[in-house]
């Protein structure tokens, strides 16, 4: 008969350098990506100019804006998709007795 009062984990929890380069080294490229092809199309001074014109900002400052912009997004999804894939096995405990 198979014992549940004890959880069994599938395996070890990864190490938190582990955790954050699985979230953050995607999310890194994909951010880069798609960064290339966001501003192939579009100048950082002209979407200033639409929406912050009284705003100082450099076609480098844009540049970088849209980047870290795009690295929060995708890291969030990437976030997401981790918080789904845990096991479960971590957070479902057996029933109290009675």
Known sequence: MTDFSEPRFDHPPRPLAQRVG????????????????????????ALRDLTFPQLQITRELGYTLGFFMFWLATASSSLFTWILLRPSSRFNRPLPPG
Not at 32 to 45: I, N, W
């Open 22 to 45: 699985a979230i953050a080294w995607p999310s890194f490229f994909a951010a880069g990506v798609a960064t290339m092809v966001f501003f192939a199309f579009v100048d950082p001074l």
